[in-house]
C-alpha cells in the first residue's frame, strides 16, 4: 500500500508547533524526533523545534518515566518555554508509560505549563492527531465572557502570508479574532478562545468536530464555509462570517477589481486540464476557483473527508455544472493510472506531487506550502498568475 497519510503523533506536533511558546516534548526514540522534526522543516523552510528523551532498547524494556521527569526539567531550564506539551509515541504507548504521573509530580519544579497528549502513532492517522491536540486545548480553555463581533478560526494549522492576509481582511470588516487553534495563538489566547462570539473551522478533518465540541461545552455557534481561495469562495465566506455575527458586509478593497481580472485569465486557460490532490478543505475550494478561471478541474484526489465534505463537494460540481472524477484516499499508484487515462495540463498540489509531475510530464504548482499568498481577493490573482507562469514555464 503507498498511503498518503501519516501518523497520530504527526498530527500533535503539528498542531502545538503553532502554539507561541510551547515546545513538543517526544517520548520516545530518536527515529520518530528525527523524521518529523526533517519533514515539517522541509514543508515549512525553516528549522522547527521538537525536542526528545530518546528512548532506547534499555527504556522499552525497564521503562523511562524517570528519564521522562528528567527531561522535563532540562528542556524548561535550557529553552525557557511557556508551555511544555509532553507527546507519547508508539513506543512509550506500548509499554504503557505513565505520562499523566510523571506530568503532576513535576509540575511544581519547573515554570513552564505542562499538558500531556497521548499521541502513539499507531493510534490513528495525523487528523486523529490533530482532533486529539485541539480537544486537549479546549479543555484548558477559561469559563465564557462572550465578546460580540469576535471569532475564532479553528482547525487552521498554516501560519504565513495566507493567515496574515486572512486577518488583515477581518481587521477590514472590523471582526476581533481571539485565537487561531493553533497557528500563532498562545497560551492565553487559546484560554480565552471560549470568549467569541463564533467560531469558523478551517479544516474539514478536524475543525468541524472541535467546533462542535467547543459548541457544547461553551455554546458557541460555528460555521463551515468553503475556503477563501478564489474570488466567489472568499466573497461567500467573509459574506457568511459576518451574517453570523449580524453585522453588514460590505465591499473589501480589491475585491471589485480582482473580479475584473480574474474574468480576462478565462481566454488564457479555455480548455486546460487540471489535476487537483489535496485535502478536502482546499481541494473544494480549488475545484470553484478553478472552474472560476475556466480550466476543468478533470480529476480530484483527497486524502482526508470530513463530515460535510461530500456534500459541500457535489453542491460545488453541480453549480459549476462539471463532471470530474473523484479518487477518495488512495495511494500513488491509482492516481496515476487514473491520471495517464485522463491527460490534465497542470497538477495543483504540494510536495508530494513532486514524482508525480514527472512521471506524468507536465508542471506541478504547489499550492501547499508555497510562501506565496493563496487565499483572499488578492490570493486569488496571485493563484491565477501563478498557474499562467507555471504553465508557460514548463
Given at each position: 500500500m503507498d498511503s498518503l497519510r501519516t501518523c497520530k503523533l504527526f498530527g500533535v506536533v503539528r498542531a502545538v508547533l503553532g502554539i507561541k511558546g510551547a515546545l513538543p516534548l517526544i517520548h520516545g526514540p530518536l527515529g520518530c524526533f528525527y523524521h518529523i522534526k526533517y519533514l515539517l522543516?522541509?514543508?515549512?523552510?525553516?528549522?522547527?523545534?521538537?525536542?526528545?528523551?530518546?528512548?532506547?532498547?534499555?527504556?522499552?524494556?525497564?521503562?523511562?518515566?524517570?528519564?521522562?521527569?528528567?527531561?522535563?526539567?532540562?528542556?524548561?531550564?535550557?529553552?525557557?518555554?511557556?508551555?511544555?506539551?509532553?507527546?507519547?509515541?508508539?513506543?512509550?504507548?506500548?509499554?504503557?508509560?505513565?505520562?499523566?504521573?510523571?506530568?503532576?509530580?513535576?509540575?511544581?519544579?519547573?515554570?513552564?505549563?505542562?499538558?500531556?497528549?497521548?499521541?502513539?502513532?499507531?493510534?490513528?492517522?495525523?487528523?486523529?492527531?490533530?482532533?486529539?491536540?485541539?480537544?486537549?486545548?479546549?479543555?484548558?480553555?477559561?469559563?465564557?465572557?462572550?465578546?460580540?463581533?469576535?471569532?475564532?478560526?479553528?482547525?487552521?494549522?498554516?501560519?504565513?502570508?495566507?493567515?496574515?492576509?486572512i486577518k488583515n481582511y477581518f481587521k477590514r470588516l472590523d471582526i476581533d479574532l481571539i485565537s487561531v487553534l493553533t497557528s500563532g495563538s498562545t497560551l492565553q489566547d487559546i484560554k480565552n478562545a471560549s470568549n467569541a462570539a463564533l467560531n469558523v473551522s478551517m479544516c474539514e478533518a478536524s475543525g468541524v468536530s472541535t467546533c462542535e465540541l467547543m459548541e457544547k461545552k461553551f455554546g458557541i455557534p460555528f460555521i463551515h464555509e468553503v475556503l477563501p481561495l478564489g474570488v466567489r469562495s472568499t466573497s461567500n465566506y467573509f459574506q457568511q462570517i459576518c451574517r453570523a455575527l449580524?453585522?453588514?458586509?460590505?465591499?473589501?478593497?480589491?475585491?471589485?477589481?480582482?473580479k475584473t481580472e480574474i474574468n480576462k485569465y478565462n481566454k488564457i486557460f479555455k480548455g486546460k486540464k487540471a489535476l487537483i490532490v489535496a485535502g478536502a478543505t482546499?481541494?473544494?475550494?480549488?475545484?470553484?476557483?478553478?472552474?472560476?478561471?475556466?480550466?476543468?478541474?478533470?480529476?480530484?484526489?483527497?486524502?482526508?473527508?470530513?463530515?460535510?465534505?461530500?456534500?459541500?463537494?457535489?453542491?460545488?460540481i453541480k453549480r459549476?455544472?462539471?463532471?470530474?472524477?473523484?479518487?477518495?484516499?488512495?495511494?500513488?499508484?491509482?492516481?496515476?493510472?487514473?491520471?495517464?487515462?485522463?491527460?490534465?495540463?497542470?497538477?495543483?498540489?504540494?510536495?508530494?506531487?513532486?514524482?508525480?509531475?514527472?512521471?506524468?510530464?507536465?508542471?506541478?504548482l504547489d499550492v501547499m506550502h508555497a510562501q506565496t499568498v493563496t487565499l483572499g481577493f488578492n490570493g486569488a490573482l496571485e493563484v491565477a498568475k501563478n498557474i499562467k507562469k507555471t504553465l508557460k514555464d514548463y
Open positions: 522543516s522541509l514543508r515549512s523552510s525553516r528549522s522547527v523545534q521538537i525536542v526528545t528523551t530518546e528512548m532506547d532498547q534499555n527504556d522499552v524494556v525497564f521503562g523511562a518515566e524517570e528519564k521522562l521527569s528528567h527531561k522535563i526539567k532540562d528542556v524548561d531550564k535550557k529553552y525557557s518555554p511557556q508551555l511544555i506539551v509532553v507527546l507519547t509515541s508508539c513506543a512509550s504507548s506500548i509499554i504503557g508509560e505513565n505520562v499523566d504521573m510523571v506530568v503532576d509530580e513535576v509540575k511544581t519544579d519547573v515554570n513552564a505549563d505542562l499538558i500531556c497528549i497521548n499521541s502513539g502513532g499507531f493510534e490513528g492517522t495525523q487528523i486523529e492527531g490533530y482532533n486529539e491536540c485541539l480537544s486537549v486545548l479546549v479543555s484548558l480553555m477559561d469559563e465564557p465572557q462572550v465578546k460580540e463581533g469576535s471569532i475564532n478560526l479553528v482547525g487552521q494549522y498554516r501560519g504565513g502570508p495566507d493567515l496574515k492576509n449580524n453585522k453588514d458586509y460590505t465591499l473589501i478593497g480589491d475585491e471589485e477589481e480582482v482546499r481541494a473544494i475550494a480549488l475545484v470553484d476557483f478553478l472552474t472560476e478561471l475556466g480550466i476543468y478541474p478533470i480529476l480530484i484526489c483527497l486524502d482526508f473527508e470530513g463530515k460535510y465534505t461530500d456534500y459541500k463537494l457535489q453542491k460545488v459549476n455544472k462539471i463532471n470530474p472524477i473523484i479518487l477518495n484516499e488512495l495511494g500513488y499508484p491509482d492516481i496515476l493510472k487514473y491520471a495517464k487515462d485522463l491527460k490534465p495540463d497542470i497538477i495543483l498540489g504540494g510536495m508530494a506531487e513532486i514524482e508525480l509531475s514527472r512521471e506524468l510530464k507536465i508542471p506541478l
